[in-house]
């Protein structure tokens, strides 16, 4: 299998089971082998052997995103490169490259009438689905968010208000580190009682 069209410092998602995605980066690319920074929580030795999902937004348009699937062959503690060590999960591409989406469940875009608050702060509401969000907030607020945090976010339809509980499995900036914060979310408990 010839090696995907990815260079070293490619951000890139890697997709271990459904719905399990954790960030990561190209660190090297050699012999037929992709090198990846370990993900949080790391892959254990008995993932060696196994098939994972990676995937990444194209550099010349942001909106697609790429994906193929790779053979983990080794986890190291201390690969080094650009003098460094770091802990990598070294991969081999098992499948060609092509278009794929995340999404698992239709979405479908915010109402006017739905607003979506976390604690005080409303948040911009890009698309929803009955497993998760894509929600955008104000780039300096209280308190900083990390991948695989759990949060509650208020729903506010009309006169109807309700709470869902959710987890953060992905989280990225627009218009680099100074723009807004991107948060992609799942729910992690069912739709409550009487929602729409």
Request: glycine share 8%; proline share 8%.
């Amino acid at each position: 299998m010839d090696l995907p069209e990815i260079k070293i410092g490619q951000t890139v998602d890697i997709v271990v089971e459904t719905g399990i995605i954790r960030p990561s980066s190209v660190q090297d690319v050699a012999d037929n082998r992709i090198v990846f920074l370990q993900i949080t929580p790391p892959l254990l030795p008995s993932h060696i052997g196994k098939t994972i999902l990676i995937t990444y937004l194209t550099r010349e348009d942001r909106h697609i995103r790429l994906c193929f699937q790779a053979r983990v062959v080794d986890i190291r503690e201390g690969y080094v490169t650009v003098g460094r060590g770091f802990p990598v999960i070294i991969a081999t591409p098992v499948s060609p490259i092509e278009v794929c989406d995340l999404r698992v469940h239709e979405r479908h875009p915010p109402q006017p009438e739905m607003k979506i608050r976390l604690g005080a702060d409303h948040l911009e509401f890009i698309d929803v689905s009955n497993s998760g969000a894509h929600l955008v907030r104000t780039i300096g607020q209280k308190p900083p968010l990390k991948v695989d945090d759990i949060i509650f976010l208020t729903f506010e339809n009309g006169t109807q208000e309700y709470q869902r509980r959710a987890r953060i499995i992905r989280k990225w900036h627009t218009k680099g580190t100074d723009g807004p914060e991107h948060l992609a979310v799942i729910f992690t408990e069912g739709k409550p009682k009487g929602t729409a």
